[in-house]
């Protein structure tokens, strides 16, 4: 098992900006020590034949096909407002020069 010091579990501390008491700096030790080993049984697995991925499950495209569609719809826009004049919105002036 690796060992893992306390001065390294102070300095990752620092390194993360974390104050940690004696008990957690032991604790934390420990954790480290168990992914380390983690780690290394993971480094043993043979990943030869595995096909490089960047996901775990297979994505699937859910959503509907783009397909070009008449939008002009400018018309019925603006027949939802109050005023117009010509193709654009009639509103108050609200600057004064």
Known sequence: MTKITKDEVEKVANLARLELNGDEINNHAEQLEKILEYIKQLEKIDTVDVPCTTRAIEVINVFRKDEKKDSDCTEK???????????????PKIINE
Not at 77 to 91: A, C, H, I, M
Request: hydrophobic residues 35%.
């Open 77 to 91: 826009l603006l027949e939802l407002g109050p005023s117009r004049e010509d193709k654009y919105f009639k509103v």
